[in-house]
């Protein structure tokens, strides 16, 4: 199973070929072309989209078009901290990006997802994917975009040309906003946009709070939706369970005790596990920023504390502390407790620098780990072993409807046999999803189809609350997209950007 033709939702590619345009024109070329021949076009950015369907398209003899070539930053030399946008193609990373911004604008950050280096910030966006401080949506404006007729439009006031001084500040343009039927759509082919970036507050701190009983979950998810509200914790919130928390831990900790202890293989898997369990003991672990001047960060973590600390352990994460706690514990290191917090602080290191806008390969080089393949490059997960479908339901912010779901989706994944890793992010004052992953091998098989057959389940369950996903597999569009009002209103504007529905047919949208 685990050849290329295979992604890691444990479904088939299916695109006939691929092809690589360089440019808008060379884009808009393929799309006319396409037209006459009635050849259906799946475009991706870097085509990383794992757990959703990473680059197959949802019906068969699709020609993949990959714009990964398509990698400039159009307006490099006008970034400044006075002008915080970048206008971006679509194979534009968040390796790149970074590294451009700590070479030519240190003072300016962005909103950096946990997918690893080699994702692209467009793609992600355009399939609507969050990222370390929300919504990746809310960061994109004045799209160029190829559509389905060979017309090349530009949304906002991009409109007006790259010159007009509105261009690439104002995000709305006059009249109708186009821009949201580019997201999680198939009306064309998205070959620039503009990019918020985010400048860096004096002090970026993080805040962990590990729920101290897990009766409390719903009391403690309204009390950090409150912080949330009244604008104390500046990132999304996320709340991991166990399962989630000690996973992202596991690759981290063993890899220090092979290396900074001089383990066995074999040994320090076994403590990896004990030393997980020492660090992270709890059912429940929140983990957020909080950003601005001295003075802000010091008064809202006193709030912080004194409001949350009925329900959850507090600890207040910076930089110099990791380096002083990290520097102990590791001289400790022959005492356990030592050991497994040197362990802990060694594998959490790359996931605080999140925040700070640097992106990282942890999480996947995590997975690549557990199925064995660490001998791979983190962009070539989908030639490895390892299964994962996301089912993400949208939710009220709630905390007593979000425990009533989670609590039967729990339930539902026990009885195929799955453990759900989940993480529920607060990421609007208004509302949050939840970010649940099954895992599987999937040169079985049988656990392949257990876990389709589950993630079905989940689905049904997620709708029983009158729910639906935030985002969705490629595999599952014919279950999200229905012959009702909604969706066919959505085929009619089709007609009008793409009569031949030769763009990415099906994605988010009624077949024919
Ligand atoms: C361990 C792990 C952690 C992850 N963490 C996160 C996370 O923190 N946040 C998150 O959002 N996701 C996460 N993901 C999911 C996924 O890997 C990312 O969302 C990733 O950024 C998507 O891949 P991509 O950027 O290559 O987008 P692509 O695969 O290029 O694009 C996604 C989809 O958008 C459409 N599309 C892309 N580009 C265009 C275009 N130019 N024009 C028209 N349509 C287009 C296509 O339908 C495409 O299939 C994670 C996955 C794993 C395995």
């Known amino acids: 199973m685990s050849d290329e033709n295979f992604n890691v939702t444990g479904c088939q590619h299916d695109t006939n070929e691929t092809r690589q345009p360089g440019s808008t024109a060379e884009v808009r070329t393929m799309v006319l072309e396409a037209r006459q021949s009635r050849q259906a076009l799946y475009p991706f950015s870097s085509g990383l989209n794992w757990g959703y369907g990473s680059r197959s398209p949802v019906t068969k003899d699709n020609i993949g078009i990959d714009l990964s070539r398509m990698n400039r930053i159009l307006n490099a030399d006008e970034i400044s901290t006075n002008n915080p946008i970048a206008v971006i193609e679509p194979g534009v990373t968040q390796a790149q990006l970074s590294a451009f911004l700590t070479e030519r604008c240190p003072e300016l950050t962005f909103n950096v997802t946990g997918a690893g280096r080699d994702t692209s910030i467009l793609g992600n966006a355009l399939d609507r994917g969050v990222g370390y401080f929300g919504p990746r949506k809310d960061d994109i404006f004045g799209l160029e975009i190829v559509t389905g007729t060979g017309e090349v439009i530009q949304t906002g006031f991009r409109r007006l040309g790259e010159q007009s001084p509105l261009a690439h500040c104002h995000p709305y343009g006059l009249g109708p906003i186009l821009d949201g039927l580019f997201f999680q759509g198939n009306f064309g082919i998205v070959t620039s946009a503009c990019f918020r970036l985010i400048p860096r507050r004096p002090k970026e701190v993080a805040v962990s709070m590990a729920l101290i009983d897990v009766s409390h979950l719903s009391d403690f998810i309204d009390e950090l939706a409150r912080l949330k509200r009244d604008g104390l914790l500046t990132s999304v919130t996320h709340i991991g369970n166990k399962a989630r928390t000690q996973s992202t831990l596991a690759y981290g900790v063993t890899r220090y005790l092979e290396t900074e202890c001089g383990y066995t293989p074999e040994r320090a898997l076994a403590e990896a596990d004990r030393a997980i369990s020492i660090v992270a003991p709890d059912e429940w672990a929140s983990l957020a920023a909080v950003t601005g001047n001295a003075g802000q960060v010091r008064a809202a973590i006193r709030e912080i504390k004194q409001r949350i600390s009925r329900y959850a352990r507090v600890m207040v994460i910076t930089d110099t502390l990791l380096d002083i706690g990290y520097a102990v514990t590791h001289a400790l290191r022959f005492i356990s407790f030592a050991r497994a917090n040197a362990a802990a602080i060694h594998s959490i290191r790359p996931l605080h620098a999140l925040a700070l806008g640097i992106p990282t390969d942890v999480a996947i080089d995590n997975l690549l780990w557990k199925y064995g393949r660490s001998d791979l490059p983190a962009k070539a997960l989908d030639e490895s072993n390892c299964g994962l479908l996301f089912v993400n339901p949208a939710l009220p912010l709630?905390?007593?409807?979000?425990?009533?779901?989670?609590?039967?989706?729990?339930?539902?994944?026990?009885?195929?046999?799955?453990?759900?890793?989940?993480?529920?992010?607060?990421e609007t004052p208004t509302s949050m999803v939840a970010v649940i992953n099954l895992l599987f091998d999937r040169s079985q098989p049988e656990e392949v189809e257990r876990a389709h057959r589950c993630a079905d389940d989940m689905l049904a369950c997620i709708r029983r609350h009158g729910l639906e996903p935030y985002r969705a597999r490629a595999d599952m569009m014919k279950d999200i997209v229905q012959d009702n009002e909604y969706w066919r209103t959505i085929r009619k504007l089709k007609d009008v950007f793409d009569p031949d529905n030769i763009i990415a047919p099906g994605r988010y949208n009624l077949v024919d």
């Open 398 to 426: 709630d905390g007593k409807a979000v425990v009533k779901v989670i609590d039967e989706l729990e339930i539902v994944a026990a009885s195929h046999q799955h453990k759900l890793y989940m993480t529920l992010n607060i």
